[in-house]
Each structure stands twice: as C-alpha cells, then as structure tokens.
C-alpha cells in the first residue's frame, strides 16, 4: 500500500475526470510546478495506483442505443471450465465487460446493442449458446451516472 497525501488524491479525483489534463494545467490548479506535478503522477503510476488511462467511447453515438446488464448461471450438466466460457464471451463484440462474481449468477455481463432486436439477436445466437451457458437475467440500463471513485 502507498501513502497518499492530501494533493496525491486531488490528482487522482482530477485524472478520473480527465485523464487527457497535462501537468503542468493540474500543477497551476493545484499549487506545484510542472515537473513536480509530473513526478507525483509519475509515482503513482510506477506504483500501479494508476494502471493505465481509457478512452471511453459514446455507445449510443456510435449506434448502440440499448446497453443490458445480463447475469449469467453457468449449467451444472457437462461442468463446463471457466476458462471455457470466459474465452468465448470474451470474443462477442458486443460484451463490453465480463465479470465474475459471487451471488446469484456466476459472471455480469454488459452487453451493448443497436436496438432491443439486435440484442435479442445477440442473446439467442450468440450468448445463449456459449459453452455452460444456463440461466440468463436481462437488466436493461434505463440511465447511468459515472461517479469519480472511493477518493
């Protein structure tokens, strides 16, 4: 664990806003200079608290307007391999995340679509026949408010 002080997690708050914001702009809005604002990031990069920077893409602009949470139970018959199924689900354009949880349905599925057609289309040809593929929940996403995270 890394010890963050109070200018460490204004960065962090600042960079999972905008991850696009140069040094030297956050060093003027926080009180450092370029170069020392640069090392802080630098710090926090190296010691994995930032472990990359996204891109986030607009769906619904690109054409997807519909995006389901499905919750997937994989099938007792045949004890198909984890590795199996997230192999296979990994490889279907439309599902954006794959995760395995504990509850109720072994992974959570994020799945985008171009209308409820397509994702039925997706559902029945392409999710319902992967491998252990058992009991299927729908959650359609009606709206979503990104919060910046724990800091």
């Given amino acids: ?9 204004k960065l962090l708050r600042a960079l999972a806003r905008d ?6 702009a956050l060093g003027r809005r926080f009180g450092l200079s ?3 604002t640069w090392r802080r990031i630098k710090r926090l990069e190296e010691t994995g608290v930032i472990s ?4 986030r893409l607009d769906a619904e602009k690109l054409g997807f307007g519909v995006t389901v949470f499905l ?6 018959r045949g004890r198909v391999s984890l590795e199996d199924f997230e192999r296979a689900v990994t490889a279907i354009p ?20 171009r209308d409820l057609a397509d994702f039925e289309r997706v559902l029945r040809r392409r999710i319902m026949t992967l ?12 709206s979503e408010e990104r919060l910046p995270g724990p800091l």
């Fill in 71 to 76: 919750g997937v139970k994989l099938a007792l």
């Fill in 1 to 9: 664990m890394i010890e963050i002080d109070d200018i460490d997690a």
């Fill in 131 to 142: 491998p252990g593929a058992g009991d299927v929940e729908a959650n359609v996403l009606l």
């Fill in 94 to 113: 439309e599902v954006q995340t794959v995760e395995h949880v504990l509850g109720l349905y072994d992974y959570r599925l994020r799945v985008v679509a």
């Fill in 34 to 36: 370029q170069p020392a």
């Fill in 52 to 55: 990359g920077k996204q891109l």
């Fill in 19 to 24: 991850a696009a914001q140069s040094a030297g």
